[in-house]
């Protein structure tokens, strides 16, 4: 189970360009990396994923680095709108025990600042 | 295209009481999940199942029951309330593709349920 670490919390002013990190250090050859954002008072929706290099989307850009022990979500100019807290998910949903192997945790809180 | 429905959207028990929160979805997915989520901490995962007739356990499923009966629908059931189950619920479901050797998994998440125990 790859284990992740964000921040857990980040300031930003609105039309800044946000880098969120997201450390996985024991990510295995084959597991994708996922983000999703949180509104209050809602669900987490997806917003972005990948496996390597670069993906980018109408919402953000996930950079991958070459060893993948590492992602960045990047998202250009932030509005207020983008205060959420950001989850990244990193392996395998499913061992081959048949085990559920992703998990959420805190996730990195965002705040845009006018 | 309703995408996940949770019902009820809110509900007040009492110690002891039992309920059912009912989670359907309309896009076919094999997958669905059952997560809680209590103020400044992340979701854990309840319940899960990986198709219809299937269920397992996930990282809190203690005081909570989970049913499959239908594709389209999982049902978590409380049978003795507690304050320690107040909470925000939320459900999901996903599909699972295989690339490079790995799932592909995207969860699609319902508006949530609040539920107060007293």
């Known amino acids: 189970l790859a284990k992740t670490t964000q921040p857990i919390s980040m300031d930003s002013y609105e039309g800044q360009e946000v880098n969120i990190t997201c450390s996985h250090n024991?990510?295995?050859?084959?597991?994708?990396i996922t983000w999703y954002q949180q509104f209050p008072s809602q669900g987490p929706r997806f917003i972005i994923q990948g496996y390597k290099t670069k993906v980018t989307n109408e919402v953000a850009s996930l950079f991958i680095p070459a060893d993948r022990k590492s992602s960045t979500l990047s998202l250009p100019r932030v509005s207020l709108s983008d205060t959420a807290v950001y989850y990244c998910l990193v392996g395998d949903p499913y061992s081959g025990a048949g085990s559920y192997q992703l998990t959420f945790g805190k996730g990195t809180k965002l705040s845009v600042i006018p | 295209n309703a995408g996940v429905t949770q019902t009820p959207k809110f509900r007040v028990l009492k110690t002891g009481q039992s309920m059912t929160l009912l989670c359907a979805q309309d896009?076919?997915?094999?997958?669905m999940y059952w997560y809680r989520q209590d103020p400044g901490m992340g979701l854990r995962l309840i319940h899960y199942?990986?198709?219809?007739?299937?269920?397992a356990k996930g990282e809190v499923p203690d005081g909570y029951n989970v049913s499959r009966l239908k594709k389209q629908n999982f049902l978590l059931g409380l049978e003795s309330a507690a304050p320690s189950q107040t909470s925000v619920y939320f459900c999901?479901?996903?599909?699972?593709?295989?690339?490079?050797?790995?799932?592909?998994?995207?969860?699609?998440f319902g508006a949530g349920t609040r539920l107060s125990v007293l």
């Open positions: 896009m076919n997915h094999e997958y």
């Open positions: 999901a479901s996903s599909y699972s593709s295989f690339e490079r050797g790995g799932a592909k998994n995207i969860q699609y």
């Open positions: 199942s990986v198709g219809e007739g299937t269920t």
């Open positions: 024991n990510i295995a050859t084959n597991d994708y």
